[in-house]
């Protein structure tokens, strides 16, 4: 996995140069979701779909 500043500057690379600042900050924080959730799934800190549901049910 790339390191996060490389990562983000490549996010911003790639995107058109009009983009603005909430654009930016948007996909860095969606960059940052996705990079903690592979954390998450290498961790093995998931849960299954059925404890999920059991979860949302109890609300």
């Known amino acids: 996995m790339q390191a996060a ?3 983000a500057l490549n996010i911003i690379d790639r995107m058109p ?7 930016i ?3 860095l924080y969606v960059l940052d979701k996705i990079r903690k959730g592979q954390q998450a799934v290498e961790q093995g ?3 299954t ?3 999920l549901q059991r979860e949302i049910d109890s609300w």
């Open 5 to 7: 500043k490389q990562e």
């Open 17 to 23: 140069e009009d983009s603005d600042m909430d654009e």
């Open 25 to 27: 900050m948007y996909r």
């Open 45 to 47: 800190k998931t849960i």
């Open 49 to 51: 779909s059925e404890e």
